[in-house]
């Protein structure tokens, strides 16, 4: 049944509203705080949103391009179903990213504190958010020129040459780790 959910498009766009609600909320929960400090939570979210670039990659490369065979096989074939047909609608569930961020915000907020855990997570789901934006923009669009447009031509290298260009949102961590073509 997930299989069929996970390729709607309901389910594709319903992932950006629940995340971006979710994210809104930790950020109204941790400045409700009588303690909090909206340059210490800003950063925080930064730094989330950092540290999402370096999971993007991460997951790109070493998770959706691992072998078919591997325990991750269920990301592997979603991921090739999205180079047979880029503009398809193949995501997670629409509720799995904010789950996986509300335990990693408990997680974090029980070793630090509860106003790094929840600026961090926020963070990290607006820059999935972000990805997911900028993914769906490369494939949907034609890019004349600008930031987007060398995103798009960025990304294009990556469908012919899987082994490269991991990045969506940033080519940063593809300089780092040499897998720019």
């Known amino acids: 049944m997930i299989n069929r959910i996970i390729k709607t498009r309901w389910n594709y766009w319903l992932g950006f509203l629940v995340d971006g609600i979710t994210a809104f909320s930790m950020l109204y929960y941790v400045l409700q705080m009588p303690s909090s400090d909206y340059l210490m939570v800003l950063a925080f979210v930064l730094s989330g949103v950092f540290m999402f670039s370096l999971v993007e990659y991460l997951i790109h490369a ?10 991750f096989k269920t990301f592997v074939l979603g991921h ?3 180079h047979k047909d880029p503009q398809g609608y193949d995501s997670l569930p629409f509720f799995f990213a904010s789950m996986l961020l509300l335990i990693f915000a408990l997680v974090v907020s029980f070793f630090l504190s509860v106003t790094i855990g929840f600026s961090m997570a926020a963070g990290i789901l607006m820059g999935y958010i972000g990805y997911g934006l900028l993914h769906f923009l490369i494939h949907h669009y034609q890019w004349k020129r600008g930031y987007m447009k060398y995103l798009q031509v960025f990304h294009e290298g990556h469908h012919l040459k899987p082994r490269t260009n991991m990045g969506v949102s940033s080519p940063l961590w593809d300089y780092i780790f040499g897998t720019k073509q």
């Open 80 to 82: 090739i179903a999205h």
């Open 62 to 71: 070493k998770l959706f391009h691992a072998k078919p065979g591997s325990i």
